[in-house]
């Protein structure tokens, strides 16, 4: 074996510290011998690997580490949640984007933040009460610091992004496998296709879910120091039944828009709520949403000569490299066309609940709040951009949760309370066929229609007579004979007639002669005989 040492760095490494390194990286996944053969210095050379023992070792005990977290599971979750809760606090900045602002750290809600929002749902609940027919949530509204936001909700987040997750770091491994391969005779010498000894793949997709992992922390811990509460996205992220506000960014957004405190607390509690009682008394909803991204998430794809490009120049040996790539320098999403029309139903949706929300808000709240419109054109706006961390969450998972058409949305609401009221705008939640489709809300908001069969029930040969607007009227001109004029009637063939305007003379040999008037009786009273009437009784 060459021991010789390996050129290029300081401290210049022999092949036995390298096989080390690779050994207590790789642990199991390397079988014994694997090595054996294999051009050491061509390897390092490739993967960029550091010259300095020290620094290989350190290297090694940090991707040892991440890969004993990460398990059999496609992300490595603990270094996901670890970067996310110190990207949520300030202390881990994401790579390309400006520093955080708004309240520094992670702090703790002080009583008199409790206090405060507490006192707001009370008030909210009071006020929602009478616009809705869903049953106002009871329980105390729950006050978060930002770690706390991220621990509720990384449960749905998983569930969300497990589907795209172990995609993509297989796609990552393979693109990070085929550079590797590029070194040349490698199978020859006791490797596989890839060039590396051992399982290549199942390396290569650890580091791949190591990567996706890093990227998802930062979104999640930024998405943590923006959203107000559990349903911002308006997806049912937090506990059943227990609406949720992270205390610091409702202050940052207080204090960046310049409202008036108590109104927007009330403001931002009533929305809570609303959406809270909406998935309490709508189960399937949430379910169904979840479904509708795991469905999407599963039939995704990376542009993988952008991603081959991408992992050319990678170090990996540096996680702290890895760390400072933007999504977009990594992720470059292609979509399917059932996957655009997967994706324009599920905008829809989030649109209708974001409407439905905003529509029974501004019913709770009109005429009682200072700044009522310019709060809802706060949310409208970041709605219709998307934060900063929401940005970044769709270029990491490839998918938009960002509601469309939802002024259209508001005013098909609108229609349906006009027509059906509040329980029948409640009503319409009961099952998703219910719901208006997204051609529906492009076109005349329309108000949902009768179930098939309704007509059904309607007196025998009622259902398709049409009520005249004004009755009466039209009652008094068939009486009066005003339009008998334009009547049809039939002559002797068994055809129509020509009516008063249109009319011909009477026959020459009539007993009575005279014009046609247009008036006349009945072919049973006078059968075969076109002539008028002798009397008005007759008439």
Do not use: C
């Not at 021991?3 to 760095?9: A, C, K, L, S, Y």
């Not at 670890?82 to 703790?108: H, K």
């Not at 989030?350 to 709240?365: F, N, R, Y």
Request: proline share 8%; charged share 25%.
């Amino acid at each position: 074996m060459n021991t010789d040492p390996i050129p290029g760095g300081p401290g210049d490494m022999d092949e036995e510290t390298l096989k080390r390194f690779l050994k207590e990286t790789f642990g199991d996944a390397l079988p014994e011998g694997a090595l054996d053969g294999l051009d050491l210095s061509a390897l390092a050379e490739q993967a960029n690997l550091p010259q300095d023992p020290a620094q290989l070792r350190a290297a090694a005990a940090q991707m040892q580490s991440m890969f004993a977290a990460q398990g059999d599971n496609p992300v490595n979750w603990q270094m996901a949640e670890d970067i996310a809760r110190r990207t949520a606090a300030g202390m881990a900045g994401v790579p390309g984007a400006p520093e955080p602002t708004g309240t520094p750290g992670d702090p703790n809600p002080t009583d008199a933040q409790i206090h405060d929002l507490r006192q707001a749902a009370q008030v909210a609940r009071l006020w929602l009460d009478p616009v809705i027919a869903f049953d106002v949530p009871t329980a105390d509204l729950a006050v978060f610091s930002r770690g706390t936001w991220l621990h509720r909700t990384l449960p749905h987040w998983k569930t969300i992004v497990e589907p795209v997750a172990k995609y993509m770091a297989g796609a990552i491994g393979e693109a990070i496998a085929s550079q590797m391969g590029e070194m040349g005779d490698l199978s020859a010498m006791g490797g596989n296709a890839s060039g590396l000894p051992g399982d290549p793949a199942g390396m290569m997709e650890r580091i791949g879910g190591t990567m996706f992992g890093v990227q998802f922390g930062h979104a999640i811990g930024s998405l943590a120091r923006e959203v107000s509460g559990t349903t911002d996205l308006s997806l049912p992220l937090g506990r059943d039944g227990e609406p949720a506000l992270v205390a610091a960014n409702v202050d940052d957004l207080i204090s960046s828009h310049t409202l008036d405190p108590s109104a927007a607390r009330i403001f931002l509690a009533t929305r809570e709520i609303a959406h809270t009682a909406l998935f309490s008394a709508a189960p399937w909803l949430g379910k169904a949403l979840f479904s509708a991204i795991e469905d999407f998430a599963r039939g995704i794809t990376l542009d993988l000569d952008a991603l081959d490009e991408m992992v050319r120049d990678l170090d990996l040996s540096d996680p702290q490299a890895m760390q400072a790539r933007r999504p977009e320098e990594m992720f470059v999403f292609t979509r399917r066309a059932s996957q655009e029309r997967a994706l324009e139903e599920l905008a829809t949706t989030l649109a209708l609940i974001e409407s439905w929300v905003d529509h029974v808000t501004t019913k709770a709240l009109e005429g009682k709040l200072p700044e009522l419109e310019a709060m809802r054109e706060v949310l409208r706006r970041r709605r219709a951009a998307g934060g900063p961390a929401e940005q970044m969450l769709a270029r990491t998972i490839g998918i938009e949760l960002r509601p469309r058409r939802v002024r259209e949305a508001l005013t098909w609401w609108d229609s349906v309370l006009a027509t059906e009221g509040e329980q029948g705008r409640e009503a319409t939640w009961d099952h998703p066929d219910l719901l208006p489709t997204t051609e529906v809300l492009s076109g005349r908001p329309q108000a949902p229609q009768p179930p098939q069969g309704a007509a059904e029930d309607a007196p025998d040969g009622m259902a398709d007579v049409e009520i005249p607007t004004d009755f009466d009227a039209e009652l008094e001109r068939l009486l009066s004979g005003a339009d008998s004029g334009s009547v049809p009637r039939e002559d002797e063939q068994g055809g129509l007639r020509p009516d008063a305007d249109g009319g011909s003379p009477h026959d020459s040999g009539s007993p009575h002669g005279g014009e046609n008037s247009g008036e006349g009786t009945s072919d049973e009273e006078n059968p075969g005989d076109d002539e008028e009437p002798d009397s008005p009784d007759e008439r």
